[in-house]
Every structure is written in structure tokens, then in C-alpha cells.
Nanobody, 123 residues
Framework: QVQLVESGGGLVQAGGSLKLSCAAS???????MGWFRQAPGKEREFVAT????????SYADAVKDRFTISRDSAKNTVHLQMNSLKPEDTAVYYC?????????????????WGQGTQVTVSS
């Protein structure tokens, strides 16, 4: 069983930065990871994903060139560095793990989810 715990959310002004972390416990060898977000009244949407070896990443167009996903496999941790934040980035951010070494942008590809961390960007 895989458990995921996010941290690092909070309130930040537009243009600011936040770094989210996701600590994974359990068997995560060969697991790709992803970050998703859900704003009030909207569906959960893809943000970023990284493969097991950490050498391949993908991003949603809305966050490309502003967000960076990375992983520390030795510490079983995934990070999401968010720069140049905008009010439209406000959402609950979820970490997810999938039982595959290959990344995916579809939430249906992930079997394990964290509880989420709130990110609020004020204008």
C-alpha cells in the first residue's frame, strides 16, 4: 500500500513562489508520480508528471515554464516548485502515484492519491 502526504501549500501573493512536497511511504519502486489540482467548481486537472527515473517530465500548458517537478528517489519524495504564481493557480493540489515507470497526464492512470494541500494566490 502506498501512502502520500503533501505539504508546502499556503497563501502567497501573485508573482510569488511556493514549493510543494509529497512524501511517499510503502512500495514506490518503479512508480511514476504526478501533481494535479482542483479549483472550486472545476474538475481535477493535470499539472505535471515525472517518470520513475526522473529524467522525463511533462507539464500542462498553463504551468509550463513556471512550475518544475522533481523527485528524490532516495528520500521517496516528489516536489513541485511553483514560480510566478497567478490567482488562477489557486486550487487544492494533489500528489499521485501510479504503478508504472512511465508518466501519465490522466488522473485515471493513478491509483494512489494524497489528501491535498491548499494553494491560494492573492491578486
Amino acid at each position: 500500500q502506498v501512502q502520500l502526504v503533501e505539504s508546502g501549500g499556503g497563501l502567497v501573493q501573485a508573482g510569488g513562489s511556493l514549493k510543494l512536497s509529497c512524501a511517499a511511504s510503502g512500495r514506490t519502486t518503479n512508480y511514476a508520480m504526478g501533481w494535479f489540482r482542483q479549483a472550486p467548481g472545476k474538475e481535477r486537472e493535470f499539472v505535471a508528471t515525472i517518470n520513475w527515473t526522473g529524467d522525463s517530465t511533462s507539464y500542462a500548458d498553463a504551468v509550463k515554464d513556471r512550475f518544475t517537478i522533481s523527485r528524490d528517489s532516495a528520500k521517496n519524495t516528489v516536489h513541485l516548485q511553483m514560480n510566478s504564481l497567478k490567482p488562477e493557480d489557486t486550487a487544492v493540489y494533489y500528489c499521485a502515484a501510479r504503478d508504472s515507470a512511465f508518466k501519465s497526464s490522466s488522473p485515471r492512470g493513478y491509483g494512489y492519491w494524497g489528501q491535498g494541500t491548499q494553494v491560494t494566490v492573492s491578486s
